[in-house]
C-alpha cells in the first residue's frame, strides 16, 4: 500500500478511536445521574472517583515520563544554553513557568468571580431583610433541634453529587493535550516508510486513548454543557490528524520543520499545566475523602503504571523536529 494512502488511513482512525473514548465518560456520568437507586448511585460514585485518580496518573505520567525529556530533548537540539552562554535549566525552567502561568491566571478568576458572587448575595441579604422581618430567635432555636433530631435518627447514606471542577483548569488542560496531540500528528505524518508509520501510530493510538479518556472525564466533571463537552473532546481528537495534515503538506512540497526552540517551549508550557492539574486538582479533589483510600491510591498507580507501558512500547523514538 502506497505511504499516502497509509497516512490517510492511520488519520482517520486516530480521529475516531480518539473521539469515541473521550466520549465514553459522558455515558458513564449520564447513567449515575439518571437512576434512582441509592446503592447503584453510590457504586457508580465510587466507580468516577477511582476512574478520577486513575486519570491523574495518566496525566501525571504524561507530564513525567513524556513531555519533561521531550522538552529537553527539543531544547538540547537547539542548543540553547550555547546562545545564552549560561548552563541555566532552561526546559526546567518553562515547566516551572508554565505551572506558575495557569496558577496565576486561576487566582485571578477566582478573585473576580468570588468578589462577584459577594457582591451579588450582599444585595440579595439586603433585598430579602427588608422584605421580610426577622423571625423570633427562639423558635428558630427550636426548629433546627427539631431538624437535627430528624435527621439523627435516619441515618441513610446518601450519594451527593460532587462538586464541579474549575472550568479554567480544564479548558487549560484541554490546550496542553490538544497542542500535544499536534505534535504527536507531526510525529507520525513525518514517517517515510510504512512499517515505521503503522509503528508509531500504534503506539500513539495506545497512548491517546488513555489520555482521551482522561480528559473527558475530566470535563464531565465540570459545569460545562453538554454541547460544549462534545464540542472539547472534537477539538482535542482533531488536533492530531490535524498534525499529520500539516506535515503531509509540508513534506508534500519539499519544506522540513526546524522549530525546536518554539515546540520545547510550548511543550513545556504543556508540562506545567500537567503538573499543575495533577497536583492542585485531581489529587486533592479525590483523596480529602477518606472513602477508599488506599483504592484510590492504587488507581493513582495504575494509570502512572499504564503511561509507563506505553512508552517502553514505543518502538523508535519520533524525529520530532528533524534537521533539514
Excluded at 480521529?15 to 469515541?20: A, I, K, L, M, P
Excluded at 493513582?300 to 509507563?308: A, D, I, Q, T
Aim: net charge negative.
Amino acid at each position: 500500500m502506497d505511504i499516502l494512502e497509509t497516512k490517510w488511513i492511520v488519520l482517520v482512525a486516530l480521529f475516531g478511536s480518539t473521539f469515541v473514548f473521550s466520549m465514553l465518560p459522558l455515558k458513564l456520568v449520564s447513567s449515575v445521574r439518571s437512576t434512582e437507586d441509592r446503592v447503584k448511585r453510590g457504586r457508580y460514585g465510587r466507580i468516577i472517583s477511582l476512574l478520577s485518580c486513575f486519570a491523574g496518573g495518566v496525566f501525571m505520567g504524561t507530564g513525567l515520563l513524556d513531555l519533561l525529556p521531550e522538552v529537553n530533548e527539543l531544547l538540547s537540539k537547539a542548543n540553547v544554553t550555547e546562545y545564552m552562554k549560561s548552563s541555566f535549566p532552561v526546559a526546567e525552567f518553562t515547566i516551572s513557568f508554565g505551572f506558575f502561568l495557569i496558577l496565576i491566571l486561576e487566582q485571578i478568576v477566582q478573585e473576580y468571580k468570588e468578589h462577584t458572587e459577594y457582591n451579588v448575595l450582599q444585595d440579595e441579604t439586603v433585598r430579602s431583610n427588608s422584605l421580610n422581618p426577622s423571625p423570633d430567635p427562639e423558635a428558630e432555636r427550636h426548629l433546627d433541634h427539631e431538624v437535627e433530631a430528624g435527621s439523627s435518627a435516619i441515618n441513610v447514606p446518601v450519594y451527593r453529587e460532587p462538586q464541579p471542577r474549575p472550568v479554567l483548569r480544564s479548558l487549560v488542560l484541554l490546550l496542553a493535550l490538544s497542542l500535544h496531540s499536534l505534535f504527536e500528528g507531526l510525529a507520525v505524518g513525518l514517517q517515510a516508510d510504512v512499517s515505521g508509520l503503522v509503528q508509531i501510530f500504534v503506539a500513539v493510538v495506545l497512548h491517546k486513548m488513555v489520555i482521551a479518556f482522561s480528559l473527558g472525564l475530566n470535563l464531565v466533571q465540570t459545569e460545562l454543557s453538554l454541547a460544549s463537552i462534545v464540542k472539547s473532546n472534537f477539538l482535542f481528537s482533531i488536533t492530531s490528524p490535524l498534525g499529520m495534515c500539516i506535515a503531509v503538506v509540508l513534506q508534500e512540497f519539499g519544506h522540513s520543520i526546524n522549530s525546536s526552540i518554539v515546540n520545547g517551549i510550548l511543550q513545556g508550557l504543556a508540562c506545567g499545566t500537567f503538573v499543575y492539574v495533577t497536583f492542585f486538582e485531581v489529587l486533592p479533589h479525590e483523596l480529602r475523602n477518606s472513602e477508599n483510600r488506599l483504592l484510590k491510591v492504587l488507581a493513582l498507580l495504575l494509570g502512572f503504571s499504564v503511561v509507563c507501558c506505553v512508552l517502553f512500547l514505543d518502538p523508535v523514538e519520533p524525529p520530532h523536529c528533524p534537521h533539514p
